[in-house]
């Protein structure tokens, strides 16, 4: 079984089924949990809400600290709402969030492979680097958030939004783009891109760990 979740902090919409919902409603948020027990699905699906331009925002990581809670009793996967939002909004539909509820279980059952696997994806990063006092740093999709503290030089950049709800949690703030971040000392990253070379100061370096 499949269920279709668009959270809300006090709503939160469902849709339920094989192939395709069986049933759709609201229920109280505080509820879901017992619900998803009683149904006993396979996979759950929740929408994932961003901006309008694609930014992460303060109700994606209460969404995201939600879909960690399920995903300790459920396989939980996560799916970019915007474009079910839109719709359910489009339709003028009385329960819209019951309706983004199925569309999110539609989007999930027609294409899965472009939903995300909930899953940790932090890891200990044990080489040292030497950061000079107020260098400015950028973390780019950089796996240990606790590599360096949550001070206003250091920027963190990750399109793996479970990553940037670990960063947020421990009080940086996250962008999910590079742009208009201006140029820094020391980039530290996982993945090498000819981008980051952009934002690098003169004598600045780019280390990859």
């Not at 209460?62 to 339709?91: G, P, Q």
């Amino acid at each position: 079984m499949i269920v279709a979740l668009d959270y809300g902090e006090r709503r939160t919409g469902i849709a339920f089924g094989e192939n395709i919902p069986r049933k759709i409603e609201t229920i109280n948020t505080e509820k879901v949990l017992n619900t998803l027990k009683k149904l006993k699905p396979n996979v759950v699906v929740i929408g994932l809400p961003l901006s309008a331009s694609g930014r992460y925002s303060e109700q994606t990581f209460k969404t995201l600290k939600f879909a960690f809670e399920i995903s300790k009793y459920f396989k939980v996967y996560m799916i970019d709402e915007r474009f079910t939002t839109k719709i359910a909004n489009k339709m003028h539909a009385k329960d819209k969030d019951a309706v983004s509820a199925y569309l999110i279980f539609e989007t999930y059952v027609q294409n899965p492979k472009i939903s995300l696997e909930l899953k940790d994806p932090t890891r200990k990063v044990l080489e040292k680097v030497k950061i000079p006092p107020g260098a400015r740093v950028l973390l780019h999709e950089f796996p240990d958030p606790d590599f360096v503290k949550p001070e206003e030089n250091v920027s963190v950049v990750t399109k793996n939004p479970f990553l940037a709800y670990m960063y947020h949690t421990r009080g940086f703030f996250v962008e999910r783009y590079l742009k208009d971040l201006g140029k820094f000392d020391i980039i530290l990253t996982s993945i090498m891109l000819n981008e980051l070379e952009e934002h690098l100061k003169e004598n600045g370096k780019i280390v990859c760990l």
